[in-house]
């Protein structure tokens, strides 16, 4: 079985990764450490910045992940700086900023970068597509769960359980990565 070390010590990103990965033979481990998140044009070239400081700190093969919240009417922001967004305006300043707004939709866009040591990192990406409710709803989950209403579905995501709410976000990245491997080992 191949492994693979996920730099995060989010919970939900270590059952997704575990629950879609090891029943395709890649064993999940984690390790939490800070890491640089540089500023950037992509969350694609926060994550390659990110995979490849954390594999030569741990001399290994590490997947990491960045993700960005890309609203179509606000030019794609905040995009790589969603993070810093949601520190600084949270959720109700994007609602403002959308105030008076027809077009709301949005998406996020998760790349996982996967780095082994002594090379360049290499990306995947999943893309949820979605819009952004008029304003907050929800007891489950934290940030634009409470306004992301993803498509298929009627309300935010913070109106699903965690259980529920992780199955929600669109998981090709995990797929591509295990092909990946697949076709690396033939």
Not at 1 to 18: C, D, F, Q
Not at 38 to 66: G, P, R, Y
Not at 67 to 89: I, M, W
């Amino acid at each position: 079985m191949r492994k693979i070390t996920y730099v995060t010590g989010n919970w939900s990103k270590i059952l997704s990764a575990k629950q879609i990965l090891e029943p395709l033979g890649i064993e999940v481990s984690n390790v939490k450490m800070e890491t640089t998140e540089i500023q950037a044009d992509t969350v694609e070239e926060v994550a390659m910045h990110s995979a490849k400081e954390a594999s030569d700190k741990l001399k290994c093969s590490v997947l990491k992940n960045d993700t960005g919240l890309y609203v179509e009417a606000l030019r794609g922001f905040p995009g790589p700086y969603t993070h810093y967004v949601d520190e600084k305006l949270g959720e109700d300043g994007i609602l403002k900023l959308l105030e008076n707004v027809e077009n709301r939709n949005a998406c996020f866009i998760e790349a996982f970068a996967y780095c082994e040591y002594g090379k360049d990192p290499i990306v995947f990406k999943s893309i949820t597509k979605g819009t952004i409710a008029k304003e907050k709803s929800g007891k489950y989950g934290w940030s634009w769960d409470f306004i992301f209403i993803p498509d298929g579905y009627d309300k935010t995501m913070g109106n699903y359980p965690d259980e529920e709410r992780c199955m929600v976000w669109n998981t090709d990245a995990y797929y591509e990565i295990a092909k990946y491997f697949s076709d690396k080992d033939k």
